[in-house]
C-alpha cells in the first residue's frame, strides 16, 4: 500500500510513525511537503533536531502535490493547516485517492459539498480524524448511555482547558496554525472534537448560542474563549472551551435521572454516582493508542470498502456546528441550525 502524507508536521509525523507500527514495510509513505523541516517531532511534542523525519521514517517526499499524486498512493493523510485542507482533499480525490482528513474538514463550508459530492461519486472512503472517539473511557460512557444506566439524560458538559503555549512546546505558539486566522485557527476549530462529541453522544443540535472571543493576553488573531450552548438534540449540551487556561482539562460530565457519569479523557476515568455502574479507570493509557486506533480503523476500511468510524458526514456535521458557534460569538445572537 503506497500513502501519501500532505504535511509533516507533529500530527503528520504521528500518523506515519503509527502506519509503520502498524504495517511496517509493506507500507510505501511519501510525504508532500513546503517547508521541509528535518527534524523529528517526538510523541511527547518536543523537538529532536540531531534526528531526520525522512530518514528515519522512510519517507519520499515531494514539494509539489502534483508530482505527489503522480505516483499514485492508494490514500492520502491531509495534516496541512485547516485553511488548506479543502484544497488538498478535492485534488487528491479527483485523482481516486482515499482520504484521511485530520479535523477539523476546513475552516469554511466553501467546497465541503464538492467534496462530499466527488467523493460519492468516485466511491472514496473519506474519514475525518477524530482520535477522542477511540478512547476506551469515553466508548465505555457511550456504551452505559446506551444500556440506559443513566437513565434519561437531561443535561451534559463538557470542559476543555489548556495554555496555548504549553500545547506545542517545540514551536512557538503564535507562528502555530491554531493560533493564526489565516490557517483556520482558534480553539472552536483547533478542537472541534468537543463539537463532534457532541453530536455523536447526544445527537446534532439545532439551536446553538455562544459568547466568548480573545479573552486572554496570548497574542494572537483568534478566538480563545467559548462558552456554547447546544440545544434540540437528545439533549442541551453545554461546551466550554479555552486556550488560556491551567491547568489542562478535558471532561464529559452526563446527567441522569437515575445517575451522573463524569469522564476525565485526561486521567482515563470514568465514574458514575450512584455508582450503578462499576468505575473504570486504565491509568497507564498512553495518548497515542487513540492516533494508532482511528489509523488502524481507516487502514481496513479502506480495505474492506465499508464507512470508517468517523465519516465525512459526521466532520461537516461537526464543522456546521462550530462554524455556528463562531457566528453567534460575532453576532450574539442564536443561531438556528435547521
Known sequence: MRILIAGLGAIG???????RTLRGADIELLAYRSRRLRHVVTDTLAKDETRDVETELGIRAFEDLNAALEMKPDAVFICTPSSRHLDVAQRAAEAGCDLFIEKPVSHTMDGVERLRATAAARGIVVMVGSQ???????????????RGVLGRVTSAGI???????????????????????????????????????????????????AVGGTLGGLEIDVEDTVDARLDGGDAPVRVQQTFAGRPPVRTITVTGERCTGTLDMLGARLSFVPPLAPEMSVAEYQRNRMFVDEAANFLESIERRVPPGVTLDDGITALRVALAVKESMKTQRTVDLR
Not at 13 to 19: G, K
Not at 135 to 146: E, N, S, T, V
Not at 170 to 182: H, L
Not at 199 to 208: E, I, K, S, T
Open 159 to 209: 470542559n476543555y482547558a489548556e495554555y496555548l503555549p504549553d500545547w506545542h512546546p517545540y514551536e512557538d505558539y503564535r507562528t502555530s496554525y491554531a493560533a493564526r486566522a489565516d490557517l483556520g485557527g482558534g480553539v472552536v476549530l483547533t478542537q472541534i472534537h468537543d463539537y463532534d462529541l457532541a453530536c455523536w453522544l447526544f445527537g446534532a443540535p439545532r439551536r446553538v448560542t
Open 13 to 19: 509525523q504521528r500518523h506515519a510513525r503509527n502506519l
Open 132 to 146: 477522542w472517539r477511540f478512547h476506551p473511557c469515553l466508548l465505555g460512557l457511550r456504551d452505559a448511555m446506551q
